[in-house]
């Protein structure tokens, strides 16, 4: 079975300062993972994908197998980015998702 | 992102009703599902449709059925509701020909009372 934990349920940090939002993984295969974004009042929304290996809004994240983690990381966190995140894994491409908990981020002024 | 749509956006109901949450979706997809949202619990599955002749189980369906009315539809039912589904759902919606990105609804914020 899959299973994805995002360990912060909430995450404060000044604008400016770095930011790193965690995900952990289990899943025996290769999984696929993504990270969604839901602002205030907005649609939960896809903000990157890892076989992207692309940078959204600043944020990039890498897939670290030996680790099974997908953390999120932006070095200069803006007032902008408050939003809740959630980290999700796909078994195989064109398979289902299994979300994280979501970790609620503040980014302070 | 209009091309997924709910009704109802929030709806109050007692214990023991029977209530239908419906999705729509323009964007062309097959793939259709349901999740709930519970604060500290993230998103988790209810059912999903890979297309209209198929309906699977996610992770909680208990208490929960659906329909796949067409390819653009697709309808949770909670037969006979409890408070403890009192929940944010949301709908979802994704092609698996395209980058199988997950186009999210607005949500229905139903409350059982």
């Known amino acids: 079975a899959q299973r994805v934990t995002q360990p912060e349920k909430l995450l404060s940090v000044f604008k400016g300062a770095p930011v790193e939002l965690k995900c952990n993984y289990s899943y025996s295969g290769s999984p696929e993972l993504f990270w969604y974004v839901q602002y205030s009042r907005q649609r939960l929304q896809l903000l990157l994908r890892?076989?992207s290996r692309e940078s959204i809004k600043g944020f990039t994240a890498d897939l670290n197998k030996g680790e099974t983690s997908f953390h999120l990381k932006k070095p200069f966190a803006q007032e902008e980015d408050s939003a809740m995140y959630y980290c999700?894994?796909?078994?195989?491409?064109?398979?289902?998702?299994?979300f994280g908990e979501g970790t609620q981020l503040t980014v302070n002024p | 992102d209009a091309d997924v749509t709910q009704t109802p956006r929030n709806r109050i109901t007692k214990t023991g009703k029977r209530i239908m949450l419906e999705c729509s979706q323009t964007?062309?997809?097959?793939?259709m599902y349901w999740y709930r949202q519970d604060p500290g619990l993230g998103l988790r599955l209810i059912y999903y449709s890979f297309d209209v002749k198929d309906i699977n189980k996610g992770e909680i369906s208990d208490g929960y059925s659906v329909s796949r009315q067409a390819q653009a539809k697709f309808s949770l039912s909670l037969e006979s509701a409890i408070p403890n589904q009192t929940a944010l759902y949301f709908c979802?919606?994704?092609?698996?020909?395209?980058?199988?990105?997950?186009?999210f609804g607005p949500g229905t914020r139903l409350t059982v009372t």
């Open positions: 964007k062309g997809h097959d793939r």
């Open positions: 999700a894994l796909s078994a195989t491409s064109g398979s289902r998702l299994t």
């Open positions: 979802a919606t994704s092609n698996p020909r395209g980058r199988d990105e997950q186009y």
């Open positions: 890892h076989i």
